[in-house]
């Protein structure tokens, strides 16, 4: 609807655009003015838009680059989790899109009815009609006993269609203007220009617009021959009789694509005829008036086209699934948190419960809904394009969990308890490296300085002792700290001390001894070092729902 309505906006203001030309043309030939409202009627049929897109084309497209194949750390990156929309709304039907297309389509179809049924009784009086006797003509000529005016019938075949007996009705001289009138029509091509109107008034017939470009083609259609019979030197008088004579015995009026003489407004006509002096030339102002209209037309949208080159997506190095994927159950006990990839292989020993997370980019605690077996243990054995990022590793997990157990899952928002991080009362006592300082050395567990660029940017989790958790970060954000602490916590926490500074911290904490106890007291006051405390928050968060899972994967 959006882009139909621009459509027509533009449409219109073209035609109106049409109009004011036309103004300054109304002393030069009808034929011109003619042209310009049937570019006006055409207009309706070549969106702007479409020339602004062949204009985007005409310069290479701008391809988005590709990111580099990396891999990360088998280590617990505490990296955001990548956000996801809430539940969609229910769907409500809208009734007015159908309701308008089928008035719309019902519309075209009565009037391309009516109009079939008038070019009908068109054929069937040239099928009875006679080759007419009178002076050869460059088209086929044919007589017909009903009473009709003379007509040039046919778009790429035309045929002149006399009323029987106007040879007698007229003089020579009227029925040579008659006829001279009618051949303009067939060297302009004047049908073959309303069938393209007809086109455009059966798709836009609920326009006005349409309806009166309609009046002012045939207007100046039959303007612009009577101007050329009468510069070939036929009588005026003669010839305004002879129009006035077709009225008197043509009862009978041709569809719209039939170019007869008796169109247009027959009082202005004839007084045009009468009293008209010569037309004008195209004086140099207006030529160049006219030029610069027609290049705009063309060359505005094109120029938009041309600044605007369509950008192409880069194309995947991966695909969505892996090539090769095998499932079994394995009786291991423990867990790997992340997948091990080695060339084209990626392995992993691990639960449903962590694939999820790893998948969706999530966290464990924010999984509901059918949760049963999610504990089981299976061994995973994939192959795939070892330039694949790990973003689409974790699509390929996607896939593979509904291929393999027919998952069926869905996004919802909800409130849940959780906690803020903010900056305690005395204020953060991290600090950010100065320009050029060199930062901290990383802790032991992590092995020499080698992995320190590695490392670089992330908040990492780890176990240094039994029952003792730790939190180092290497330039890391606070945001990137408060998704660490949801993993430690399994819970929702949002980060809100509006500082963007990178900072480097190594901390460590008592681990609660179940994930539904409250804080540990070490964790606090660890934070609280830092210059950082937890408040507790009512927080929206994205769950994914489990909707259905097969307990027995498919395939091998």
């Known amino acids: 609807m959006t882009s139909l309505l621009r459509h027509l906006v533009e449409s219109t203001l073209f035609a109106a655009a049409v109009w004011l030309v036309t103004l300054t043309l109304r002393r030069n030939r009808a034929r011109l003015r003619h042209a310009l409202w049937m570019a006006a009627s055409m207009k309706f049929l070549l969106p702007f838009m479409l020339f602004v897109t062949l204009g985007s084309h005409l310069v290479p497209s701008r391809q988005a680059p590709v990111p580099p194949p990396q891999l990360r750390l088998a280590i617990a990156d505490s990296a955001p989790p990548a956000p996801f929309s809430a539940v969609a709304a229910p769907v409500v039907r809208d009734w007015r899109p159908p309701v308008f297309q ?8 009565a009037i391309l009815i009516r109009w079939y049924v008038r070019w009908r009784a068109a ?9 007419w006797r009178g002076p050869a003509l460059p088209v086929p000529a044919f007589s017909s006993a009903a009473l009709v005016e003379p007509g040039v019938f046919g778009v790429f075949r035309p045929v002149l269609l006399l009323p029987a007996g106007i040879e007698v009705r007229l003089s020579a001289g009227q029925l040579e203007a008659v006829i001279a009138h009618e051949m303009c029509h067939v060297r302009h091509r004047d049908n073959l220009a309303a069938a393209a109107h007809m086109l455009v008034e059966a798709i836009f017939w609920f326009h006005p617009l349409v309806w009166w470009l309609g009046a002012r083609l045939v207007d100046e259609r039959e303007r612009a021959c009577d101007e050329e019979v009468l510069h070939k030197g036929s009588d005026r008088s003669a010839y305004a009789e002879s129009i006035l ?3 008197e015995f043509g009862l009978d009026a041709p569809i719209p694509c039939v170019s007869g003489i008796s169109g247009a407004d027959l009082k202005r006509r004839i007084r045009d005829i009468m009293t008209a002096s010569a037309t004008r030339q195209l004086e140099p102002g207006k030529k160049l008036l006219l030029g610069s209209l027609g290049v705009a037309a063309l060359a505005v949208p094109l120029a938009i086209g041309l600044t605007h080159p369509p950008k192409m997506r880069a194309q995947s190095p991966a695909p969505l699934r892996f090539d090769v994927a095998s499932v079994k159950t394995s009786p291991q006990p423990f867990v790997v948190l992340f997948p091990l990839r080695s060339g084209v292989r990626i392995s992993w020993t691990t639960d449903l419960a962590t694939i999820f997370a790893y998948a969706y980019h999530l966290e464990p605690w924010r999984i509901s809904g059918q949760t049963a077996g999610l504990g089981n243990v299976y061994a995973f054995e994939a192959a795939t394009d070892p330039r694949a990022t790990e973003d689409q590793v974790r699509l390929m997990f996607q896939s593979l969990l509904i291929d393999r ?6 996004r919802m928002t909800k409130g849940v308890d959780g906690y803020a991080l903010t900056v305690a009362k005395k204020g953060i006592q991290l600090r950010a490296l100065a320009s050029g300082e060199q930062p901290p050395e990383l802790p032991k567990q992590f092995g020499g300085p080698e992995q320190a660029a590695a490392l670089e940017g992330k908040v990492l989790a ?7 958790g730790a939190l180092t970060g290497r330039g890391a954000t606070l945001a990137q700290l408060s998704a660490a602490l949801q993993r430690v ?3 929702a926490v949002i980060d809100e001390t509006s500082l963007p500074g990178k900072y480097y911290f190594d901390f460590q904490f008592a681990q609660p001894n179940h994930p539904d106890d409250v804080i540990a007291p070490d964790l606090f006051s660890a934070l609280q070092d830092l210059g950082l405390k937890l408040e507790k928050r009512k927080t929206p968060v994205e769950i994914l729902v489990v909707d259905h899972i097969e307990k027995t994967p498919t395939g091998n």
């Open 102 to 109: 089928f008035l719309w389509l019902g519309g075209s179809a």
């Open 462 to 468: 780890t176990i240094p002792a039994a029952g003792i």
């Open 245 to 247: 004579r077709v009225c």
């Open 405 to 410: 157990f027919r998952l069926a899952v869905h």
């Open 123 to 131: 054929m069937i009086k040239l099928r009875t009609s006679s080759t």
């Open 489 to 491: 916590l399994k819970v």
